[in-house]
């Protein structure tokens, strides 16, 4: 083999039952359904080693944007109410903040990275990119990783 890994979309009805199974067992456990693998094996019907056999290669398409976690980083003047314009944007956006994290303000300014989950966003990130960019205090705006 070797090679790189190929990826199908394929219909979930095309799908032999024990990937279904896999996945459902897999989203069980993500959300705390049950604890354990073998719990949630049990309450879908399949074998332990069928779900260890199949669990990395089985994603359902919906998860597979999870996980879109971008972080920014944004130069921001050091004036009252910068910070939270700035949060408000993502909030309107659809973004979900995960972490932020903020310099002591040198010179007049402030450097914040925010990291956020973008999957979900209704509007798009070219949107959010330009809004922040454009708000009051923002001296700089880019993306450093994602």
Known sequence: MGGKTKFYIVAAEALPEIFIK???????LQTGEVSTVGAAT???????SAFYKYKDAV????????????TFYVMLKDNPGVLSNILTIFAASGANILTINQSIPTNGCAAVT???ETSEMP????????????????????????
């Open 114 to 116: 925010i990291s956020a």
């Open 123 to 146: 509007s798009s990130l070219e949107d959010l990119l330009s809004r922040v960019s454009a708000a009051s205090g923002v001296v700089k705006f880019e993306i450093l990783a994602g």
């Open 42 to 48: 049990r309450e879908v019907g399949i074998s332990r």
């Open 59 to 70: 994603q359902p398409f919906n998860n597979m944007k999870a996980g879109r976690i971008i």
């Open 22 to 28: 896999v996945a459902q067992a897999k989203q069980m």
